[in-house]
């Protein structure tokens, strides 16, 4: 390291330079020199290795300092001839501010886009401009950016309207296109020139740089020292774990300081991680790459020269400025554009633009960052260089795009992701570039002229814009060129496939974006040009798509299953990339008739190609049925190659429905090559296809594994199903319309394999001939049901344009309708059921509301849309989109509301809208013999119950098929003129009878005979329904026939009529029905009140046993309402003497809870919590030393215990414990799988409700009140317990070892005990073993929760910690009570009774098992804090002591010392007496804390408040005398009463929760409502006076003393004079933080959060604690730290601060709420923001705005204030064990 040792000595050396620097003299004499480029070079060569890199540490801020001060500052000089102060403020005057605004995207920013008006979705807008913009009334989405782009708020082209937002909006006055260099002068314009083209030309030469030990020519440093860095760059093939460990051995570092390296290196794309001798750093090097180089190629490392790396650092800098620089002036940043795109020496394509360009693969990601951003706001916010560097992108578009294939970063930071800012933008469509071009001649002057001049004089620049602009042929070229693997028939091979071609796979892939970029604005005019240039880019993708045409095709595996699933996924992969692709060309292609028709010749020549290699060696056949015959070839899908990949056939079907559209088949017929269209040749291969289909289903290829059935799946899936299974049926129904209906239906057959089925003569005696093979007539059957549902779906799917006659609305409407016609869907699902558009657009909002009714959520679940009951009608059941699985459902929904509606459960299909002119013929499949044939077929078959040769769904879909004939006749003859030229005649064809030679019954004569069919019931009403239409169809032809007129409506009509009829009477029916239910119900409950008040005895007691067994509860209930119920205090109410008997949950038992009996324990989870602190920055406290006995008033750690209330004996739970810790075990050792709870640490679930809990609280007897004691007043009760205390002193000194000390005190005093007070007694232990065993362990267990410390059951604080636990418990729930505005008593479940009680009841005997001194001791030293005593030290000051737990505490605790009396002394008068000296010292508190007066309006009060006010004063004053000034002048006692009142309230009800729970007084019924007077009632219940300032008054002379003594104490002084946390009561509940209403604005927040330990840095994974608000780094090496020797992330390590453990926190950028508990606990919780559709949307995929929903926010409130949030995490992570297994430690 003797380098690193002599450098160091350098920034001083420069130091005495740079004081002699003057920057002045510098550019002075720059402005001299004739070779300025040698000059400046020159002063970079010294002065650059002087101020970067110096050492292994970088230091950026000097380094940035002193390149200011040397190196930058002359250029700006030089640049502006003046001091640049005055010089760039001048130039920023004349700026025109570019009216794009250009900003660029921070990762997570949010992007906004209209969705209405937006180009396409890839214009967005940046927060500032959206809040600025029109659009936010608009449908808009939002979404986060990947960072990178930029904000397109100005661009008139990406925008429909409204492109400019407030701020951008042009002032049209000087919007006149003046030239931003009109403002400068020729001198500054050169010199401007100058120094831009040194310094680009400097960045680019030292960027682009690749000798690791050399400089380019000039900036060699005068002196070389021995100094290296290795330097490690990053690739996409190493992980992070790898990285580190190499980094540890390599350069032997910590593991952090590795982290941190590997984080740059991943941040930055380069790092360096030595620094010293070259030998020092190539050692590093071979180290990194012999590790690395094992599995794949070695991590990249350099050994490079220290002053090369320092160029480079301030190469960057120098970007950045020349950014910034421009940033003063538009024509400065003209000028930029200028120099950058200036061609270089070397010709074509070397300019300074074109260079950093081509070298963008071979730079690291920081140096790509730095230049892409100054593209972006020079190049990008110039609208005519944009151009120009457009077509520049363009010619080297093939370039780049074949280094990014071989490159292994990712796209974003590569320059081709620019390319979505360049191709979107539709001028740059190259006719209007070209003429823009020409026009374009305003500065000429300067060296733009040179450029124009270049571009012009290369010849063929201009015949390769023409090609290029295009584009599409390139893109495509380069696309079908990367994809080399082709099988001899020249189709995609996708087999073999490996990983690294997979990877280049998905590089391809890009480039179908930048096509999609291309295609996305279509073309509103069509110059000849662009026509030629499209239709050429189009004969290159059919030859794409001649490539996919039949690719991976199948073959039916018989025998044995396939050995390998072969590869389909890659062939799907480009199928659905393509898939908008191929939209959009259909959609191009209809803008234009002339496109259209040429494109559809072209097709078709394609697709003739492709037969051509197909059909030879098939042999030609003949199939004849009913006297019809027709000629094909014999081919079997089940024995011979079929392919699902058809895209040419596909496009074809595309464009002849266009044809059909925009109506060219009949204006141009002469143009199309209608006749050389081969109708049989056109549906041959679709047909096999959706045959393969049909035979999948049957079950025939399931030896061909998974591959198929995910092939199958995909192909109807709505990702492809638009541009595959869609199209296919189309081409069927081209094909279909030009043929003879009875010879498509043969070849149908011929196809499915069906024909020799249909084709005999006795063919309606199947089952007489074919039941041999049971499989094989299965399999048949099956066939036929796909056969006649693809017949269903060629006559029947009208509903895109251009095939039926519909609306462009229609077909989306019915996607919908049927869509809810399953059952009622959530926006979220409908949209994922419905194809999208390139747009990412379904149009469903534009029709959602005519077809669906949206129902609002609750606080859980979501918006559904349910269908309008009207459009129910047109529910197909065959509706072609429909999944078998979806089918079955939708036809229960249906006929489940058929019957509800009290209708008939036929389905009929619905009517149709009529085909378009070239598709009218399809209608005569209906009525063509063939079909007939089949029909009358399938129709005999089911006579014939029992044979097996039918199915149910097979004479389901021919019932329907004779339904939408006849609906189509009905159809026709109601839409027909007069003279009635109605063909269509299925009525007559279905009364005919068959054929000859058998002469069989007719379909109509069968249909009569199935009518009443025993076993076809289920059909009944359809055929019925079938039957009907047929007599109204003859009815209408008959009076067609007699008044031509009125026959449709008038037919029409009666049938309404006599529906209308039937509807009234089913409603009458109903009706009554209805009224004689109600009836019954009444006559019901009457009787059952009759019943109860009959027997109320019996029903009192059978409810009173139901409580015994829950719980206490009766106690609430008050049982004598006529004396007040005092709970505290000689005065307070006895509750009769009950016994308490519960069940045991496990073993069913009945107990009755008794000291001497067997343990009782509820099931119990004890927490530490933070969720009443005041004070969130107290750090945790030492476990081991902190002392728990006085809580501080700012509650900020405290310990939780919650139940759910369930009982078991202790001996059960035991049991039960052990078996959970025994199975846990062997599941741990076998599986290692975690479990939701912890059973190491005590957890375990509840085994009846499965709720967490760590410990059980044993249930114990009511203490017996001692009635006949004496009552001693407060001036006895102080000096008896005076000298109880001190008599305990001495005994307890006793105990203690002596020392020197002591001694002396010992000597001082030794005093009597009070009469019948025994120190040294030692009283019986009330309790059974059991009982003691459990009073051990929930004490032990709320210790070591609590304090988290290992448990010890000696330790003194075990008492403390469960009074704490006691007291924290009832503050929460009374804070809980009242921010749910519920009464003190009576609203709380049962379990939370049962807990506190067992609580209070618990403290006060836990003393019995824990050492009497120390009880004892607690009690004498939280007594000090209200009475002085002398001999206790360091106790706090009233300021500092929470009263609640004070009041717990001391009253508990008084247990152990009242134990040794024996005089009588009434434990209720001393806890009484106790209540009220604490009260009295809350008030003094309250008053010290109570804060200036607010200035109110003047009270009139009444004669008792002014009692109050006058009381309450004197007290006041009283407080002032001893405190002093620094208690403020108070002058209304109505301020201070008010202030006294509000305070003290939370305090008296949590006393009187307290006491009520612990003497079992029964409540007065006032407090178990809201109504007015509770302070009156609370108080009588507490045995207090109303005006509290009696309890001062009338002890005046025994209290004054005690204020005395704490206001004197010092502490009060310093806190008052702000030494501490001061608390003011009362405490406000805590909430979360408030959050706004509209998510995007977290958004940004989160996007602007940089990592708080990596210097500035974006975090990837922003989250947010909703308890205190911060902001965290939270999944990521950064900001991981060591908690309790673990490596834990950010948001566990704050959790322990914020939560105590438990935490909960917005992950923004995910919208998920996250919940934790623990470090290994968590669970996600739904966010509480919702869409406009009512749901939640994480992940923030579909990028619908999202705003706060408060109830659901409430909600999760409610569950952090109940304690329940680690509750939350285990029931979710039962439900979910993939929960479990997530690392939440490192979140
Ligand atoms: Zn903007
Ligand atoms: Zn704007
Ligand atoms: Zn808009
Ligand atoms: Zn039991
Ligand atoms: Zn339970
Ligand atoms: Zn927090
Ligand atoms: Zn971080």
Redesign the pocket.
Known sequence: MAAAESDREVPSALCTEFLNFSVKDTASKWLQVTDLYKEVYQHLARYVPKIYCLGPNLNPQSEDLLAQMLLQAPLEWYLCGEDPSTGLAKLEQNNQPSQLCGHVFKVGEPTYSCRECAADPTCVLCMQCFLGSVHKEHRYRMTTSGGGGFCDCGDTEAWKKGPYCQKHEPNISDSCQEDPLAYLSTDMIARCYNVFSIVLKYAVDMLTWDKEDELPPGLEPPDRSDTYYCMLFNDEVHTYEQVIYTLQKAVNCTQKEAVSFATTVDRDGRKSVRFGDFAFCEQAKSVIVRNTSRQSKPLRVQVMHSSVVAHQCFALKALHWLGHVIGYSDALRRILCQVGLERGPEGENSSLVDTLMLCDSKMWKGARNVYHQLFMSSLLMDLKYKKLFAIQFAKNYRRLQTDFMEDDHERVVSVTSLSVQLFTVPTMNYERLQSDYVKDDHDREFSVTDLSVQMFTVPSLARMLITEENLMTTIIRTFVDHLRHRDLQGRFQFERYTAQQAFKFRRVQSLIGDLKYVLISRPTEWSDQLREKFLEGLDTFLELLKCMQGMDPVVRQVGQHIEMEPEWEAAFTLQMKLTHIISMMQEWCATDERVLIEAYKKCLTALTHCHSGFTDGEQPITLSICGHSVDTIRYCVSQEKVSIHLPVSRLLAGLHVLLSKIEVAYRFPEQLPLSELSPPMLIEHPLRCLVLCAQVHAGMWRRNGFSLVNQIYYYHNVKCRVEMFDKDLIMLQAGASMMDPNHFLMIVLSRFELYHIFSSADCRKRYNRENTNKDLVQQNNTLIEEMLHLIMMVVGERFEAGIGQVEGCDEIKREIIHQLCIRPMAHSELVKALPENENKETGMERVIDCVASFKKPGVTGRGLYELRPECAKQFNLYFHHYSRADQSKAEEAQRKLKRQNGEDTALPPPVLPPFCPLFASLVNILQCDVLLGMLGAVLQWAVEPSAGHWSESMLQRVLHLIGMALLEEQQQLENSSEDSDVCFNFTLKMSCPGEAPSNTASVLALLENLQNAPHLEVHKDMIRWILKTVASIKTMRERTVSTCTVTASGSHSQEETVCDKDKAERKRKAEMARLRREKIMAQMSEMQRHFINENKELFQQSLEELDASTSSSLEHSPTSSDAALVCVGPRRSRPGEKRQVVTCILCQEEQEIRADGKAMVL?AFVQRSTVMSKNRKRPPHDPERYDPLFMHPDLSFGTHTGS???IMHSHCWQRYFEAVQAKEQRRQQRLRVHTSYDVGNGEFL?P??E?LSNTVIPLLPRTKGSSSCEQPSLGQWLITSGQQIKAMHSAHRKLQPISADTVEETVEEECPAPEGFRVDYIPMNPYSSTIKEMLTTFGTATYKVGLKVHPNEQDPRVPIMCWGSCAYTIQSIERLLVDEKKPLFGSLPCRQDDCLSSLARFGSACWTAACQPTVQGHFIRLLAALIPDPQVKATPCILDIDMLHLLVSVVLSYGSVHYQDSSGLSVDAVQLHLFHLITVAHMVQILLTSGPEEVTMEQESGEAEREEEEAICCLYNTLRTHVGSSLPEVGSGWHLWRCVKTGILPYLRGAALFFHHLNGVPTPPELHALCPGQWEVLCGYLSLPSNLLQLFHSQRELLEPLLQGWCTHPGVQQTLQGGGVLVSYPRESNSLIDLPDDYSALINQASSFTCPKSGGDKSRAPTLCLVCGSMLCSQSYCCQTELEGEDVGACIAHTFACGAGVGIFLRVRESQVLFLAGKTKGCFYAPPYLDDYGETDQGLRRGNPLHLCRERYRKIQKLWRQHSITEEIGHAQEANQTLVGIDWQHL
């Open positions: 099931a759910c209330g369930h509840c009846l409700c709720c």
